[in-house]
Nanobody, 127 residues
Framework: QVLLVESGGGSVQDGGSLRLSCAAS????????MGWFRQTPGKEREFVAI????????YYADSVKGRFTISRDNAKNTVYLQMNSLKPEDTAVYYC????????????????????WGQGTQVTVSS
């Protein structure tokens, strides 16, 4: 069992920055691929970024490439999402996910099939 708790959401102006954190419980954090997803009302949850167990491999949605950076600190059981140059269309609830499927598996899986989810944190970007 893995418990994920997100933090760091908030409200910023267009062009601003935020850093999201996701703290995980348990002693097997480094065996999980970690990802960030987001969801707006009436839309499906969508992939934002994924990081491999070692932190060396990352994937990003085209919409955030070059602006967001995912990273992890296995010693602290934490994964981060640094979000720069935020746009109003980035407004969403951001969720952290953990799964053992590997980076390609997590990227291609239907989000409902992923093993563990946090409760989400709201990010609002105003113009």
């Amino acid at each position: 069992q893995v418990l994920l708790v997100e933090s760091g959401g908030g409200s910023v102006q267009d062009g601003g920055s935020l850093r999201l954190s996701c703290a995980a419980s348990g002693r097997t954090f480094d065996s999980y691929t970690m990802g960030w997803f987001r969801q707006t009302p009436g839309k499906e949850r969508e992939f934002v970024a994924i990081v491999s167990t070692s932190g060396r491999i990352t994937y990003y949605a085209d919409s955030v490439k070059g602006r967001f950076t995912i990273s992890r600190d296995n010693a602290k059981n934490t994964v981060y999402l640094q979000m720069n140059s935020l746009k109003p269309e980035d407004t969403a609830v951001y969720y952290c996910a953990a799964d053992r499927s590997g980076t390609q598996g997590m990227r291609l899986s239907e989000w409902r099939r992923l093993s563990y989810w946090g409760q989400g944190t709201q990010v609002t970007v105003s113009s």
